[in-house]
């Protein structure tokens, strides 16, 4: 198997060049939608030639193209694997900031640089050298689900699968938009942490005042907005929403703490935030983050007291947390925090529960079996500071499915910024690994 998938490593060099240099994304105030388009068709053309049958480009509820197959195995009896990913990729951002043309898959350094090379279009390279190097010789039913809206977070393939829950029921889901926490290093995510923004505004007065007549007993909203901002925060950067547990710990696999700092690129000097290991911090713990704040930028500023401000919050919430009770104790902390008398108002925006698989089932020891031949080492539990909402859905249409997460988006893959990249030895493993999970699972 393992001379197999090397001998296909060109072909998937190819696929990652071809998908890679669609600008996939599923924003039309950026991109024409006919490149979304294109991206689900290359996806049904490739897939076609893997063995699927009954592909087609189902429409979702956010005008988004969801493209689906089957493969049956010989016995009917056999158990049923769906396969996800999806085709839609983030904006490249500052392009001034690529060092290679993010929408042309280009080699340096041993990786494969692109927007998308490693979320989630290197995902689809790995399904398909997993099939390839597999033929004929698949003892499951498959399934086929391939997204293009996962990145706008509108819900498009979470209402599909609500309204079509027979088409993608499965024994076994494998989630194939997360990744190892080192190349190599083979692992499974088992939970993820879910999601509550807000947007916090701040008046004070009327409207804006000259510094020098009124600064002093006048109310600032700027700075009333940093106080209150200041206050999710103490002062080991543990988060610190009232009414919010923020003493977790993490049971998996740790997160060596100087490969986080390697990994998150500190500068040098800068501690780590909290005091508990990083895996309880990223993992297992509330964290909140200002996303943004609308105040008068430095350039172009006037010596006058800001009438009002606002900002944009991020909270991830733990497993064991539910998220709306969390969103509540975010919007009465804001709202208590409040100094000066000043009125705060708090808008709520996404909100996203947490999510924890069930890893005990015959599918994670099967997974656990091809990913120690397929590495030479045992496979990790790990957590994810992200969310991915389909997890959820999956899980509450499905109850009796085994979820898994995985995949090729290590932490130097760079997902969602400039220079995103995809280690070509992580995508010949992890086909390796489920090309042997699918010739080995039974229920």
């Known amino acids: 198997m393992r001379e197999k998938i090397d001998s296909l490593m060109g072909r998937a060099r190819t696929d990652l060049g071809e998908l890679v240099a669609i600008p996939s994304v599923a924003d039309p105030r950026q991109y024409p939608p006919e490149e979304c388009l294109r991206a689900a068709n290359w996806v049904v053309d490739r897939f076609a030639e893997a063995g699927f049958t009954g592909l087609g480009l189902h429409e979702t509820s956010d005008g988004s193209r ?17 396969l996800y990913a999806h085709y839609d990729v983030q904006p490249p951002l500052d392009e001034a900031a690529w060092h290679t ?9 041993g990786r494969w ?16 050298t997993a099939l390839r190097a597999l033929g004929d010789d698949i003892g499951v039913n498959l399934k086929l689900i391939v997204e293009g809206s996962e990145e706008q977070g509108t819900g498009g393939l979470e209402d599909f699968v609500v309204r079509n829950p027979e088409l993608l029921r499965a024994d076994a889901i494998l989630v ?23 947007v916090v505004s701040v ?44 003493g977790q710990t993490w049971s998996g696999a740790p997160y060596p703490a100087e490969q986080f700092r390697s990994d998150a690129g500190l ?4 501690s780590l935030l909290g005091d508990g290991t990083v895996s309880d911090m990223v993992w297992a713990r509330p964290a909140v983050t200002v996303l943004g704040i609308d105040c008068p930028p430095v350039v172009g500023s006037a010596a006058a007291i800001q009438s009002h401000a606002r900002a944009r919050l991020n909270l991830r919430v733990p497993p064991g947390t539910d998220a709306v009770k969390a969103q509540d104790a975010l919007v009465a902390h804001l709202q208590a925090a409040a100094p000066w008398g000043v009125r705060v108002t708090v808008e709520r925006e996404a909100l996203g529960q947490p999510f924890e698989a069930r890893s005990g089932g015959p599918a994670y020891r099967a997974l656990a079996a091809a990913m120690r031949e397929a590495y030479g080492r045992e496979m990790a539990y790990l957590g994810q500071g992200g969310s991915i909402p389909l997890c959820n859905v999956f899980a509450e249409t499905y109850p009796e499915a ?11 893959a760079l997902i969602h910024a400039p220079n995103e990249s995809v280690d070509p030895g992580e995508i010949a493993r ?9 010739s080995g699972y039974r229920k």
């Not at 969801?66 to 158990?79: M, Q, T």
């Not at 290093?185 to 993820?192: D, E, Q, R, S, Y």
């Not at 500068?267 to 800068?270: I, L």
């Not at 997460?405 to 130097?412: I, K």
């Open 430 to 438: 992890l086909a390796h690994a489920e090309a042997l999970f699918l």
């Open 101 to 109: 043309p993010p929408f042309e898959l280009t080699e340096s350094g």
């Open 66 to 82: 969801a493209v689906f197959g089957v493969r049956p195995a010989a016995d009917p009896d056999a158990p049923t694997v769906l």
């Open 267 to 270: 500068v040098e000097g800068a």
């Open 203 to 246: 008046e004070a007065l009327a409207g804006e005042l000259h510094s020098g007549m009124f600064g002093g007993p006048a109310p600032d909203a700027l700075a009333a907005l940093v106080h209150i901002l200041a206050t999710l925060r103490d002062a080991d950067g543990n988060t610190t929403v009232t009414g919010l547990d923020n």
């Open 402 to 412: 085994e979820i898994v997460l995985m995949g090729v988006e290590e932490p130097l």
């Open 176 to 198: 194939c938009d997360t990744g190892n926490a080192a190349v190599g290093v083979p692992a499974a995510t088992v939970t993820l942490r879910g999601l509550a923004n807000v």
């Open 113 to 128: 640089y692109g927007r998308g090379a490693a979320d989630c279009k290197g995902n689809i390279v790995m399904h398909l």
